[in-house]
């Protein structure tokens, strides 16, 4: 079974036949909100059940899988609204398909960010509600499910804090220092991004808990590589490649590292006046850019984020798991490649 019909099985579940067009708008926006991406935490997820020799049946493993692929849709969702974003990879975001079905509908312009809102925080339930479905009924034995609901159960509440806090440094006036800016980067990321789909892989083939603290660190490190990689492309990366518009941190303010570390030197007199300025123009912010590059700030972030990659690489060295987990990982998420990570897309081929 491919991931898109293990997702589609999922979340199209249930109907509800009183109100039908309602019911549809939601199947219709989680259809969108689960489509695209990189996909890589279903690939971790298998990837790693097949590196410790595991031998639950397939359709276990597709659903744990399936079900942190469905946990990003939902933070996706979720964060958009936070965000006020209507666009997502290029395209139309889940709130910007409902504030578009809100026009259509004859909504008051007033009113359709309401609509939006509501819209987009409803799909995001129900996508979080299809993930722990998902891995309560998996399949598994009674010790493994519960595991498996146990990390899920952490996640969510660190990946909950750290968007939560991410909001709070956006709206403080206030520059956090360089510990609690990773800290966010660790919590709103790598935590279920990579720890996750990296540890559930290891409970499902039974490894033993050293193994499974193993992986935890490895994708901690990963994790907040990656969010650090993502910081700089989202002000300094191709819009065609990123799907992300290049002035949206600058504009929500975003207190990320780059920033943090920018605030720290003597070119932040020029980025200050510009960092969450909603009128924010791209000549104003290839000014932020040169001053960012100028000061060292891209660079320091850049190598932060490789010093994490070489501790996540020898960490999975330990493991055997360089060659077959860590650099396919690191070329899709980083580069941008699609080949490397087919099996995402099929996660019961294997």
């Known amino acids: ?42 690939w971790l997820v298998t990837t790693v059940h097949a590196a410790f020799d595991g031998e639950q049946p397939e359709p276990v493993v597709d659903a744990v ?6 946990l990003h849709t939902a933070f ?3 964060d958009d609204v936070i965000d006020n974003d209507d666009t997502r990879r290029g395209r139309s975001s889940v709130p910007g398909l409902f504030r578009s079905d809100a026009a259509e509908l004859g909504t008051a312009p007033d009113d359709r960010d309401t609509y939006s809102r509501a819209g987009a925080i409803l799909a995001g339930d129900l996508a979080l ?11 598994a034995d009674a010790a493994t499910t519960h595991r498996l609901l146990d990390l899920l159960d952490a996640t969510l509440h660190a990946s909950a804090a750290g968007e939560l806090a991410d909001v709070r440094l956006a709206l403080s006036p206030e520059m956090p220092g360089a510990e609690e800016a990773i800290a966010v980067t660790e919590h ?3 935590v279920y991004s990579f720890v996750l789909p990296l540890q559930a892989g290891a409970v499902l083939a039974g490894a033993d808990d050293a193994a499974v603290r193993a992986l935890g660190e490895i994708g901690r490190c990963l994790g907040i590589a990656f969010q650090l990689h993502d910081d700089v492309m989202a002000i300094f990366g191709d819009p065609a490649e990123t799907g992300k518009d290049p ?6 303010g975003k207190r990320t590292p780059l920033m943090v570390h920018a605030s720290q030197t003597d070119a932040w007199a020029r980025i200050a006046p510009h960092l969450g300025d909603p009128e924010l123009t791209e000549a104003a912010a290839s000014a932020v850019r040169e001053a960012l590059q100028e000061c060292g700030s891209r660079h320091h972030i850049e190598d ?13 060295r330990s493991l055997g798991l360089e060659c077959s987990l860590l650099e396919p990982l690191v070329e899709q998420a980083w580069r941008m490649t699609p080949t490397a990570l087919t099996r995402a897309a099929q996660v019961g081929a294997a």
């Open 1 to 42: 079974m491919t991931l898109q019909s293990e997702l589609d099985s999922l979340l199209h579940s249930a109907r509800v036949p009183g109100l039908a067009r309602d019911h549809a708008a939601l199947l219709d926006a989680l259809d969108l909100g689960s489509s695209g991406g990189k996909r890589f935490r279903p």
């Open 65 to 70: 899988a399936a079900a942190t692929e469905l």
């Open 76 to 78: 996706v969702i979720h």
């Open 129 to 139: 509600a299809a993930a722990i479905r998902a891995v309560a009924t998996c399949g």
């Open 188 to 190: 709103k990321t790598a």
């Open 247 to 252: 002035l949206g941190d600058l504009r929500e």
């Open 304 to 316: 932060l984020a490789e010093g994490h990659l070489t501790v996540a690489r020898e960490h999975a």
